[in-house]
């Protein structure tokens, strides 16, 4: 590769780097989950919701940071995770970041996390593109549209393991990938084939389970191509016996490394929920349309269906007489149907949560992306007619920017919780009460960024009726109350106005998803 074709490639690399950092400092808030992501890596002594009781800042702060004297505390994270429904890997690489800044709430640990793998799968999937000889053109257009696009940078913002989940998915088709172009090579040679080949392969799939549960859709799909690819199209039953039981011994060390794992697929509510919708016949239409949704507006933003026409009218048009490029490459076949497989059998048992579902597909946005150019490039190259070509892609490049800037189609930045959070921050001299609602205490979760600015806070049962003895309470002239929704909530308010003699005016200042924000005086 020349020296030009390189810098190109880190130029793109390092454009791409710089829009996720631009929209990172637009990020104001954070997602519920995302909150869970720094309480579940980094928790202390837990986190819980007292009645009738005041809980200081720092005692707050520090179920979501690593404290001094216990970082890297990796049994710890394992533990936690096991509690709940995700593997742990995302979550100990997110608590070394953490660790490294301990004492620290910021959207810049995770943040940085996420672009650590965004790197890695950059890399990779330029890797993958050039084992599979995708013409230069297309590689460059794919790896502008990619880092560039909307749902990577919503994927970088979000401070979840989705982007880790890319990088593993981008690997596991890479490492398929070269088994196949080096099959030929290795497969007389039982030790080779294992060691350059199996290996990358297990290693790959053993962390890409252990970062996600979604990794096995993928995985599963391209492997089991290349399975038959080995058994029927090579005939070699040996090396495709290894293949598999080295797939399934990377699996069973998976599992013995974290016995959680089965629990959370099988009887977890999660794990539940995944299965009882991918095996529901009658949603499969509402869910795949629901997902193509997603696609077409967050990552072609509206282009998709074009695209789609402009193939197939252009393949109409030549009605395949030119023969040029008429062999289909197996390696493409797997890699097509691996894709295919993850988008669909993810649509099938993904959470249905309006834009912010995309994250389940994210890690294959960017193999659809190459997909799709890469097929465009060459119905346009057989008719040697570079000018549509060239046509599309400023017509992609157009698509790429109404994403970006008409239709603000990054997600995870919350930018509403600034002025939430200015309004804490300007308040934080007052007596602040949380009112939670007892069914779902978690959820003041949600309201972490805006209690931190306080330096104590008054917790309260909505449903306890018993009269407010705190004096602090009683006295105050001033009070800034977040009252969870429940059908009590208006007892509650008055439970608190009798108690309080000092407060008469109630203004209503915000709402947000379970909460409403009041100013009493």
């Known amino acids: 590769m020349s020296n030009i074709k390189r810098a190109s490639i880190y130029i793109i690399l390092i454009i791409s780097l710089l829009a996720s950092l631009y929209y990172g400092f637009q990020k104001q808030g954070f997602h519920e989950d995302e909150y869970y992501t720094y309480y579940s890596s980094n928790r202390s ?6 009645d009738r009781q005041w809980q200081d800042r720092q005692t707050i702060l520090d179920e979501y940071v690593v404290k001094k ?18 593997p742990p890997v995302y979550y100990m690489i997110f608590h070394t970041i953490c660790s490294l800044v301990p004492g620290v709430f910021t959207k810049w640990t995770g943040i940085i996390t996420n672009l650590i793998a965004f790197v890695i799968s ?21 790896l502008i549209f990619w880092g560039l696009n909307p749902q990577t940078i919503s994927c970088n913002m979000l401070v979840r393991m989705y982007a880790w989940l890319t990088a593993a998915v981008f690997l596991c088709a890479y490492t398929h990938i070269s088994v196949m172009q080096d099959y030929e090579r290795y497969k007389n040679s039982p030790k080779q084939f294992f060691v350059r080949l199996m ?46 039981v080295s797939c399934i011994v990377s699996m069973g060390l998976a599992v013995l490394t974290y016995p959680a794992s089965l629990h959370h697929m099988f009887g977890g509510y999660r794990g539940s929920d995944a299965a009882g919708s991918l095996f529901d016949i009658k949603n499969t239409v509402a869910r795949i349309s629901f997902f193509i949704g997603l696609l077409n507006d967050y990552v072609f933003a509206g282009g998709l269906l074009i695209a789609a026409l402009l193939l197939v009218m252009a393949i109409m048009a030549l009605m395949i007489k030119n023969k040029k490029h008429k062999k289909i490459r197996p390696e493409a076949v797997i890699l097509a149907i691996g894709t295919i497989s993850y988008f669909l059998l993810t649509a099938k048992s993904a959470l249905l949560v309006g834009s912010a579902s995309n994250r389940y597909e994210m890690p294959i946005y960017g193999l659809i992306i190459l997909l799709v150019f890469w097929d465009i490039y060459y119905v346009f190259d057989a008719a040697d007619n ?38 804490a921050a300007d308040n934080s001299d007052s007596v602040s009460i949380v009112m939670y609602n007892p069914a779902t205490p978690y959820n003041v979760w949600r309201l972490t960024d805006e ?7 008054f917790y309260m049962n909505e449903e306890n009726p018993e009269p407010i003895e705190d004096e602090i309470i009683k006295n105050s002239d001033k009070i800034i109350l977040y009252v969870a929704d429940n059908s009590c909530q208006e007892d509650a308010i008055k439970n608190l106005q009798s108690a309080c003699q000092n407060i008469g005016t109630r203004t209503y200042i915000s709402s947000e998803d379970m909460w409403t924000t009041y100013e009493f005086n």
């Open 451 to 457: 209690l931190l600015q306080y330096d104590k806070v």
């Open 45 to 50: 002594l837990g986190l819980y919701e007292p």
């Open 122 to 142: 950059f890399f990779a999937l330029r890797a993958l593109m050039k084992r599979l000889a995708v013409p230069y053109y297309v590689q460059i257009i794919t």
């Open 69 to 86: 004297g216990e970082g890297f505390n990796y049994g710890l994270v394992k533990l936690v995770q096991s509690w709940d429904v995700h």
């Open 386 to 423: 570079k000018t549509y070509l060239y046509a599309f892609t400023a017509a992609m490049a157009a698509f790429l920017l109404k994403g970006l800037i008409v239709d603000g189609n990054v997600l995870f930045l919350y930018r509403e919780d600034a002025a939430k959070i200015e309004y």
């Open 199 to 244: 290996l990358p392969v297990m290693v790959v799939s053993y962390v890409g389970f252990l970062i996600q549960y979604f990794y096995i859709f993928f995985f599963v799909s391209i492997g089991f191509s290349l399975a038959v690819w080995m058994f029927f199209y090579k005939k070699d039953i040996y090396n495709t016996i290894i293949y598999v």
